[in-house]
């Protein structure tokens, strides 16, 4: 069975600090500047005060479901910080949680989100500069690499550490993005005219082509045609 000697929960002071520096954190990769931006860092903002307040602060999603899950895994001390890894647990993963096929995964996705996010943001920072379009780096994939690298981050977040409301607020999150990024291209086709058409016609909304990662074809200047 498992018992930790320390408490488990209601460590608020590592729920503020924790949400603080991710927020800061994401917030240096992001540099919000218009209302929109703004609107999609505050949801993801959200998303990550849910979840540490359930990792450190008050475990609702464990409460909820500590009736089935004893039932069905009774030598797990279900209201330990371990047992929170939920993933790991329920398939049976016996030691380290943190060393888990889970939470590895997460941790990778969460890198690869934030790098995304900051890449993408150097390449469409300087193309605000010179009033151009972003086709580069991270751009040359998809057309909206930064509010992919927000749904890495949040889906990461989930492999490690699933709760009952991040798991609702991601689905809504998510379509929140794509309405986002929807909004976005409707200003890019009005400012950029055909060069956007043309790039929207060959790099893909959100999920790349296996040939284009795969350096099978190389990105065209679709500023000039």
């Keep these: 069975m ?35 931006d703004w609107r999609s860092f505050g949801a993801f903002s959200a998303f990550l005060v849910a979840l540490f307040v359930e990792m450190y602060g008050f475990p609702l999603t464990i ?39 889970f939470h590895v995964l997460s941790f990778i996705l969460i890198g690869a989100g934030f790098l995304l996010i900051a890449a993408a943001w150097r390449v469409l920072y300087d193309a605000q500069q010179t009033r151009s379009l972003a086709t580069s780096g991270p751009y040359s994939y998809v057309r909206h690499p930064q509010y992919v690298g927000f749904v890495l981050v949040m889906f990461g977040f989930l492999l490690q ?55 099978r074809n190389t990105p065209r200047d679709y500023r000039h045609g």
């Design 2 to 36: 498992m018992h930790d000697a320390a408490p488990a929960y209601g460590l608020w002071s590592l729920v503020i600090v924790n949400s603080a520096v991710f927020i800061l954190f994401a917030y240096t990769f992001f540099k919000p500047q218009t209302s929109r």
């Design 63 to 101: 409460y909820f479901l500590s009736g089935w899950l004893q039932s069905r895994y009774p030598n797990i001390d279900w209201f330990s910080h371990d047992a929170g890894h939920l993933l790991e647990m329920v398939f049976g993963w016996k030691t380290n949680p943190h060393a888990g096929p």
């Design 161 to 215: 550490w699933p709760t009952i409301l991040t798991l609702a607020m991601f689905p809504v999150l998510t379509v929140m993005y794509v309405k986002l990024a929807r909004d976005e291209e409707q200003d890019a086709r009005a400012e950029f005219g055909d060069a956007y058409a043309k790039y929207a016609a060959e790099v893909p909304a959100f999920i790349p082509h296996l040939g284009r990662l795969l350096g």
